[in-house]
């Protein structure tokens, strides 16, 4: 499915970067380009990304207006994007979205952010990503999760979803959390915890929705999808919903340490450094992800080289992958 209407945003002259800004961040246009070109490659997404980033930077960047909504998450999601490494994230907040609200990271609050809320998504209707971080909680009428006030009068994620996310022109729900329930939707789950898709079919909401799960999710499968949203449209979605550029493949059948399975080489203690993590809980075979070759850290290591998959991409978590670890 290609979703165009997203694709020409007209973002207003003043929400692009201020001279000063520009000059602030020390990044030119022609390094911004070089580093992602090497990024690209480095994070062996190249055919897909390269061209797409370069043509948008050809396209002067249009910068596409995004809000971010956080529910009931521990903020790791945001975390994990801000430590997005290449390109910069500092590139991409300035240079390719224009976050228009985002609790952690704006500098406005209170009724002001609140008023800035409505009036960016009335003013972008159809044209704005709506970005849900944490899972929406639908028990006792939504006020387990207060998102602000305007007037005295609490906003709930419910309230914030049923208004919002029809008006946008597509949804992001980042994090296992806001993909499938997650962690606030496991066992017991007094607060009625949902995940974005499920809510939308319950309530009625066709706006297109792209998972990208992940306890918390890889900062390059934020932004990769994003990106992939802005110059392609939504990327092609496998059935939970995510993209299959990042979640198409499983995790034990491409596992470095397959062949030591194979072999019945398993290590006994987490310590081990070598063997296959099986014994010890490890969840890859039911675990579809890329994390066994884009890494985690800048490409620095990964569950598997100091514990276990705990499956934490997948709808079932946290429950399914439950006991995370056993002993050997
Ligand atoms: Fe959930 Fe985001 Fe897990 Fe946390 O907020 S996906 S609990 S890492 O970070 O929503
Ligand atoms: Fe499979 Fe996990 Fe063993 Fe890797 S460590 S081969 S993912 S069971
Ligand atoms: Fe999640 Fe498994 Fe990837 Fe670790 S290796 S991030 S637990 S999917």
Not at 174 to 182: E, F, K, L, M, Q
Request: aromatic share 6%; glycine share 10%; proline share 7%.
């Amino acid at each position: 499915m290609v979703f165009n209407s997203i694709k020409e945003v007209p973002v207003k002259d003043e929400q692009q970067l201020p001279e000063v800004q520009q000059k602030k961040t020390g990044v030119s246009r022609r390094n911004f380009l070089k580093t992602v070109t090497g990024t690209a490659a480095g994070i062996g997404i190249s055919q897909v990304f390269n061209p797409v980033l370069i043509q948008a930077l050809e396209k002067g960047l249009k910068r596409h207006p995004i809000i971010w909504i956080q529910g009931q998450g521990c903020t790791g999601c945001s975390v994990s994007l801000l430590n997005n490494v290449s390109p910069p994230i500092a590139d991409v907040l300035l240079k390719v979205i224009s976050l228009q609200f985002h609790p952690t990271v704006q500098a406005s609050e209170g009724e002001i952010a609140m008023e800035h809320l409505y009036a960016v998504a009335e003013e972008y209707k159809g044209r704005f990503s709506l970005v849900i971080e944490g899972a929406i909680p639908v028990a006792e009428d939504g006020k387990y999760c207060i998102v602000g006030e305007i007037g005295h009068k609490e906003i709930t994620m419910v309230d914030i979803m049923k208004e919002l996310a029809p008006k946008a022109g597509s949804v992001l729900a980042i994090g296992t959390c806001a993909a499938y329930g997650g962690i606030p939707a496991a066992e017991g789950n007094v607060t009625g915890a949902t995940g974005v898709m499920d809510f939308a079919k319950t309530e009625g909401i066709k706006t297109p929705v792209v998972n990208i799960p992940g306890c918390p999710p890889h900062p390059d499968w934020i932004v990769g999808s994003l990106l992939h949203l802005l110059e392609k449209g939504i990327p092609e979605l496998d059935d939970d919903g995510r993209p299959t550029l990042f979640f198409g493949e499983n995790i034990h059948d491409n596992c470095p340490r397959l062949a030591m399975y194979d072999e019945g080489e398993l290590s006994e203690t987490l310590s081990d450094p070598k063997g296959c993590r099986m014994d010890l809980g490890c969840k890859g075979p039911d675990t579809y992800a890329d994390c066994y070759k884009r890494k985690w850290n800048d490409g620095l290591n990964w569950c598997v080289d100091n514990s276990v998959c705990i499956g934490c991409v997948e709808p079932g978590f946290p429950d399914g992958s439950s006991p995370f670890y056993e002993p050997a």
